[in-house]
């Protein structure tokens, strides 16, 4: 099983279980330069929130998208706009990606900044 494989069977799992759970997930992707964070509805229908790192506020911080950085900078900011929305608690999606490096510096930026995993 090559590495794409292996990272989209992950994502199916994950996927399957927060469906089930009829939660309000954070979905977290990441190219080599950027990262980016959505809020998606419990039905998957919608996008309630996003972050990245191509968004003027985030980038006017600090340089570059694709460091440890730049993606705690986006788990805060989606933790802000999720509060404004009133969503206390989602469901984590990191798209197949392990948790570690910039998707764990993102979840726990969010927890920091008040989401509920």
Known sequence: ???????????????????????????VSRSNCHIYAQIIAPEGNKVLASASTLEADVRKDGKGGGNKAAAERVGTRIAEKAKSLGIEAVAFDRSGFRFHGRVKALAEAARAGGLKF
């Open 1 to 27: 099983m090559d590495k794409k494989a292996a990272r989209s069977r992950r994502s199916r799992k994950t996927r399957v279980r927060i469906a089930e759970q009829l939660a309000t997930r954070l979905v």
